[in-house]
């Protein structure tokens, strides 16, 4: 049985410093065990000093040093599918007492390091930390002397919150100031800053966001904003020639318009929901923008926005992904209008399109897009999650866009078609999947996905997707016969060759 090297290490620790283990470990060389307290986390990296004199000062040499609140709470974190995206419902789970307990050791373990390592220097330091109580006070002249004393040079920091986001307009206000304040006393942390992760706040004036995260904060590079804005329908203009931001992401924001004025060096930009009908994002000057994420539910009554017009501005983009999250589609039916922005597209994904929705409307923004080579689509049912306007009787309202008339399929550069969540007994997704086939020349592999991850909360449930949950074709036979079908000259006429790939939780078949 092969074992990873972390577990190799924790086994090691579990079974008192058996010689056998001591000596597996005790042949490689200092670099390599360093490599391997880095894959763990402190806390463990701390335990490891007791395995032998050896191993005694290595926790202390790591070149880079991650202090997270989650690694010292008594009962560990949920380790949720998308956990990373949706944290803040973890955070929320954590009694205080948890809390508090988690901060003490975080303290106890940031002075350990912090004051032994001043000979060193910590390449970068990842900091998870709660502003409560009066933690801030003793964490905050740890991290501030180690950076006056160049012991620390990168700081990821990351300010997490024990409120979901339901957060009270009044408690985020608040909780905007003790963060403000924690800068304000501790001013050296900013320029330091590489990442910053924030929760729950709602700065008083735009303004002050702005200077804070832009003015200060030279350094920064990737900035995520979890349900934090400047008030209730606010815009908030980014002008920032001088910054280094490469990445943005805002997740459940009540901002009405994020307007990225200049922003030089943004490579990715990530918004999962928004919760106003009015188009989310404005551009101007963004010439590094590569990839753009948009996922959002929409009520029954969105008017939709022009994708084409949000676009405007941002025409180097490669990689567009737009998630629907099972409802109605937020942009109105497009397709030639969208070719300046599609210039330079390499990679288009469509995710959350209710399963019982057509899906030739997409050929639509692969028509606009000849220079696509990755086209994929996922279809997406989760009773879970139904609307609460379906729950009351109305209707979902099928896309009522057009299927193009394919008038220069000749120029597609598509090599590669993805559906996930793939049934063939819904009809329209064999129908789809013919219709692609036969008029992208240059196409290789088609790849059918099952939906990977079952939904937990779907589990919870007891309810499966009704036309997805178990249709999946496993059998070699049943996935020949489709495969078949697909390549049906009698329907199929140029991209008969393109291999058909079925991929299944258990296995992957190519025909």
Known sequence: MAYSVPTLLLSSMEQNNKPQEEDRLGALTDDILLSILGSVDLATAARTSALSTRWRSLPWLLPELNLHVRDFLPVPCPDYPLAAALRIFFYSKIPAQHINQAMASLTR???????TKHSRTVTKMSLEIYLVGNYSHDIGPLVRDAIDNGTVRELDLTIADDKDFRCKRADMLQKARVVDGFFS?????????TRLHLYNLRFAEG???????????????HLSLDHCDAGDGSVWQIDAPSSGLRVLELRYSYLKRLEVLCLPKLELLRWEVWLHNETP????SVPCLKELFLLCGADI?????SLSQLLDGATDIHTLTLNFQGEKLWIQPESRQLRAAFSKLKKLSIQGIYVEFDLLWTINLLEAAPTVEIFGVEAFEHPCSVPFWVRVGVQRVQPSWKTPG??????WQLRELHVASFSPLVGHH????REVMGRAPKLETVLLKENEEPCRKCEAMGALPTPIGGMFPRGKDEQD?????LRDKRIVSSSSAAKIVFKSIASTVVF
């Open 301 to 305: 009554d969105h008017p939709g926005f």
């Open 281 to 284: 994002l404005h551009f101007g």
């Open 109 to 115: 373990a940031a002075r350990s390091f912090l004051r």
């Open 207 to 221: 303004d002050m966001l702005h200077h804070t995260l832009f003015d200060c904060c030279k350094q920064l590079q």
């Open 430 to 433: 064999m129908l789809f999947v």
């Open 406 to 411: 394919f008038t220069s399929c000749s120029k």
């Open 185 to 193: 006393t501790y001013p050296n942390v900013l320029p330091c800053l």
């Open 481 to 485: 016969a489709i495969a078949r079908q």
